[in-house]
């Protein structure tokens, strides 16, 4: 897939399609260019047209990856692009999606689903807001906030699997322990006979049609003046502090943000399934995020999205422990060989074989030099 890096500026071409591209072209996203676009238009294109091919089932089942696409983003805009290693973006998945799963189970129509979907979003972000002022506005910086980030998914997986018993029932739902919350019923936008209900291939299209939306809202933030923002936090924050801007608040912002779009995956996620359980908080699943965004490379948000899927349709694929095994080796030879991703060392491969050569040689310049 052909990819430039383009100025990001306005460009002279007066049509509309040029000037949406102003919006999602820039320097902090990789492919500003037209093959890129038709590239990923070729990709879209084929991702809806593989329902037809493999039918119902491997739709669903290929649901999960794009719905662990989000989870992916999540942490691509906190870490790569405000320079926060966050190992608990699994905290506001899980929160989200057991939030989810009290309201729509208690409130098992078209309307209450709608609203559990927005609540589920809302409670994954709130939880990033608590935490994230605490450890921001409390003067956590660096390796300190990984290590916070990390407790609260230990504390979480802790206390989640206590919660077995009547005592733990909310309303008619059951959280359940480690048996989990089943009967969690499937997505549905709308009102009585107006809802539309999202099962196999409809909810495929549903997370498609949503993943695409969001990678192309991102690319608009982190080309805009805000996404500078905060790759200049990523660089070096106390610089950004001397040219006045609030650093706390964005990296609180950015970390909300990141907490809504895990909030996102976790409800996809229970309602993909119909059923949560304290195995998202585990730390082999917290880490995963880590892994696909190295991988992938964490300063492009096309790399979240094509590692994620990749890896776990692989994981899926093969299965069983000897997956985690392979996955965590993958990790260790791109931090030791390619650390900046995958996707950044093939576009920059990309520019430097296309710039080979192809730049004429400087002019012969012939010095005067004066009698004395």
Same mark, same amino acid.
């Given at each position: 897939?052909?990819?430039? =890096?383009?100025?990001?500026?306005?460009?002279?071409?007066?049509?509309?399609?040029?000037?949406?591209?102003?919006?999602?072209?820039?320097?902090?996203?990789?492919?500003?260019?037209?093959?890129?676009?038709?590239?990923?238009? #070729?990709?879209?294109?084929?991702?809806?047209?593989?329902?037809?091919?493999?039918?119902?089932?491997?739709?669903?089942?290929?649901?999960?990856?794009?719905?662990?696409?989000?989870?992916?983003?999540?942490?691509?805009?906190?870490?790569?692009?405000?320079? #926060?290693?966050?190992?608990?973006?699994?905290?506001?998945?899980?929160?989200?999606?057991?939030?989810?799963?009290?309201?729509?189970?208690?409130?098992?129509?078209?309307?209450?689903? /709608?609203?559990?979907?927005?609540?589920?979003?809302?409670?994954?972000?709130?939880?990033?807001?608590?935490?994230?002022?605490?450890?921001?506005?409390?003067?956590?910086?660096?390796?300190?906030?990984?290590?916070?980030?990390? #407790?609260? /998914?230990?504390?979480?997986? /802790?206390?989640?699997?206590?919660? %077995?018993?009547?005592?733990? *029932?909310?309303?008619?739902?059951?959280?359940?322990?480690?048996?989990?919350?089943?009967?969690?019923?499937?997505?549905?936008?709308?009102?009585?006979?107006?809802?539309?209900?999202?099962?196999?291939? =409809?909810?495929?299209?549903? #997370?498609?049609?949503?993943?695409?939306?969001?990678?192309?809202?991102?690319?608009?933030?982190?080309?805009?003046?805000?996404?500078?923002?905060?790759?200049?936090?990523?660089?070096?924050?106390?610089?950004?502090?001397?040219?006045?801007?609030?650093?706390?608040?964005?990296?609180?912002?950015?970390?909300?943000?990141?907490?809504?779009?895990?909030?996102?995956?976790?409800?996809?996620? %229970?309602?993909?399934?119909?059923?949560?359980?304290?195995?998202?908080?585990?730390?082999?699943?917290?880490?995963?995020?880590?892994?696909?965004?190295?991988?992938?490379?964490?300063? *492009?948000?096309?790399? %979240?999205?094509?590692?994620?899927?990749g890896i776990e349709f692989f994981r899926n694929s093969l299965g069983g422990?000897?997956?985690?095994?392979?996955?965590?080796?993958?990790?260790?030879?791109?931090?030791?060989?390619?650390?900046?991703?995958?996707?950044?060392?093939?576009?920059? *491969?990309?520019?430097?074989?296309?710039?080979?050569?192809?730049?004429?040689?400087?002019?012969? /310049?012939?010095?005067?030099?004066?009698?004395?």
């Amino acid at each position: 897939m052909a990819a430039e =890096t383009g100025s990001g500026g306005p460009t002279a071409d007066p049509t509309g399609l040029a000037r949406l591209r102003d919006y999602v072209e820039g320097p902090n996203t990789v492919g500003n260019s037209k093959g890129f676009w038709i590239g990923f238009l #070729v990709a879209v294109v084929a991702l809806s047209a593989y329902p037809l091919a493999v039918g119902s089932y491997q739709a669903s089942r290929f649901s999960l990856f794009l719905v662990y696409a989000f989870l992916g983003l999540s942490l691509s805009v906190v870490w790569g692009y405000a320079g #926060v290693l966050s190992f608990g973006q699994v905290v506001f998945f899980g929160i989200a999606g057991y939030t989810f799963g009290v309201v729509s189970v208690n409130f098992a129509t078209p309307a209450g689903i /709608t609203a559990a979907f927005a609540v589920g979003i809302l409670g994954g972000a709130v939880m990033a807001f608590v935490l994230g002022y605490f450890m921001f506005y409390g003067g956590v910086r660096n390796v300190y906030v990984t290590i916070i980030t990390l #407790v609260s /998914t230990l504390v979480l997986h /802790t206390f989640m699997a206590q919660t %077995a018993g009547d005592e733990w *029932t909310i309303g008619q739902a059951a959280l359940g322990g480690f048996n989990g919350m089943p009967t969690i019923p499937n997505l549905a936008f709308g009102v009585g006979g107006a809802a539309i209900t999202f099962d196999s291939v =409809t909810f495929y299209y549903l #997370v498609l049609g949503l993943l695409v939306a969001t990678y192309l809202g991102l690319r608009v933030l982190v080309n805009s003046d805000y996404g500078r923002v905060m790759v200049a936090v990523r660089e070096d924050e106390d610089r950004t502090r001397m040219f006045g801007y609030d650093v706390k608040r964005v990296k609180l912002a950015v970390f909300t943000l990141g907490g809504a779009l895990a909030g996102l995956s976790g409800v996809l996620y %229970a309602s993909w399934g119909n059923y949560m359980s304290p195995g998202v908080f585990e730390l082999t699943f917290a880490s995963l995020p880590v892994i696909w965004v190295s991988v992938g490379g964490r300063k *492009t948000l096309l790399g %979240a999205v094509g590692a994620t899927v990749g890896i776990e349709f692989f994981r899926n694929s093969l299965g069983g422990e000897l997956a985690f095994i392979i996955v965590g080796a993958l990790l260790l030879v791109f931090i030791l060989g390619l650390p900046g991703g995958i996707v950044p060392w093939v576009h920059q *491969t990309y520019l430097d074989m296309r710039d080979d050569g192809s730049a004429p040689d400087p002019p012969e /310049t012939t010095a005067e030099v004066s009698d004395p």
